[in-house]
């Protein structure tokens, strides 16, 4: 056994730039592991100065030094930023507390029209589970519960501390990214060793394809929420405002986000107009929706991307979520993308090479 595994590690690992290769890999993915959370800011910042890289490339080409145009980009990112906390976040935050004081009276509305439905159909919902679903309703609403709450509120708080210094740290930290952009890879340079053609390799292939797929995912998000926020409104859906912002992050998760936003969308309306066309329109029309982003949108903006198994986006998505929360879920295709890439550039064996000709010819 000890014999076999010798052989397979030579064989795979004889070449220097491999084992530079994995040892990047594993140094960048124990960093990101052991110390994510420390280093938050300074990734926040990593990211969105990768994608305000084009804009300050493009006032580059136009003349203007990296300072001016470093500096430019960023104020107007912070003016757009500002520009939806102040207009859209008040009005998510009101539907969200609206639809937290409502939630009563929907649970009664939704427990009477179950109650029709066990007198109407005895045969297939029986009184027993309902009693059960009562009770485990008023578990959820008593005291302690609401204490509950009440330190998760707490807990907010002290996460709205975090937001102001992120609010502070992640701008300052962007800008020197971008102004000193040469400076510091040039200085990062140092910690890699010099035989890394095979990470060059791999990041060379990766680095539009990422850029590609950021750029996309963030229009996405944007019209999706824009079109769904609208479609709501035109139906006078209740919470429009906060569906719509569910509905465009849900993109962030392929296939299980629209999943997910679906059942709040179909319980507000269903509480609002029951069992109506108004509800069967307003399902129809989220449907039609979804399939256009799947169909349309995520071909145009998505042409670039790797191309990838569903299985293997799913698994991606549910490994890099547990690992990195959020970040790792948004981040989950590319970093799949990256597995995909390495695994394609790793130095193949005489056999392997020959087979591949073989089932070329």
């Known amino acids: ?111 009477i029209t179950a109650q029709g439905y066990i007198n109407q159909y005895p045969q297939f919902i029986a009184a027993d589970q309902l009693d059960s679903m009562v009770n485990q309703l008023k578990k959820m609403l008593d005291t302690q519960h609401l204490l509950d709450f009440g330190k998760q509120l707490l807990g907010y708080s002290a996460s709205l501390l975090v937001l102001m210094v992120y609010a502070i740290l992640v701008p300052l ?64 859906l209740r919470y429009a405002a906060l569906l719509g912002v569910l509905t465009g992050l849900s993109v962030l998760i392929p296939y299980v986000g629209a999943t997910l936003v679906t059942l709040p969308i179909a319980l507000v309306a269903f509480f609002q107009w029951g069992i109506s066309p108004e509800f069967g329109y307003l399902m129809l029309g989220y449907g039609i929706i979804q399939a256009l982003d799947g169909n349309l949108l995520v071909p145009i903006l998505f042409s670039d991307a790797v191309d990838l198994h569903p299985v293997f986006i799913i698994a991606a998505v549910l490994v890099f979520g547990g690992l990195w929360g959020v970040w790792g879920v948004f981040f989950a295709i590319p970093l799949a993308s990256l597995v995909k890439a390495v695994i394609n550039a790793w130095p193949k064996l005489p056999e392997e090479e020959e087979a591949k000709d073989i089932q070329q010819d």
Request: glycine share 6%; no cysteine; aromatic share 12%.
């Open 1 to 111: 056994m000890l014999s076999l595994l010798s052989k397979w590690y030579k064989a795979r690992f004889s070449d220097p730039q491999a084992v530079t290769l994995v040892m990047i890999i594993i140094g960048l993915a124990l960093i990101l592991y052991f110390a994510g959370g420390l280093l938050a800011p300074l990734l926040v910042a990593l990211v969105l100065a990768f994608l305000l890289e084009w804009p300050v490339a493009q006032m580059l080409r136009l003349g203007m030094n990296r300072s001016t145009a470093a500096s430019l980009v960023l104020v107007l990112f912070v003016g757009l930023m500002l520009l939806v906390a102040l207009v859209l976040m008040p009005s998510v935050w009101r539907q969200g507390v609206a639809l937290i004081s409502d939630l009563p009276s929907m649970i009664d509305k939704g427990l």
């Open 173 to 236: 930290l962007v800008f020197f990214f971008l102004k000193d952009k040469d400076t510091l890879i040039q200085g990062s340079k140092r910690f890699i060793p010099t035989n890394r053609d095979l990470a060059r390799k791999v990041w060379y292939e990766m680095h539009q394809q990422i850029f590609n797929y950021i750029r996309g995912k963030v229009i996405e998000i944007i019209i999706i929420g824009v079109v769904s926020y609208l479609f709501f409104a035109i139906m006078d």
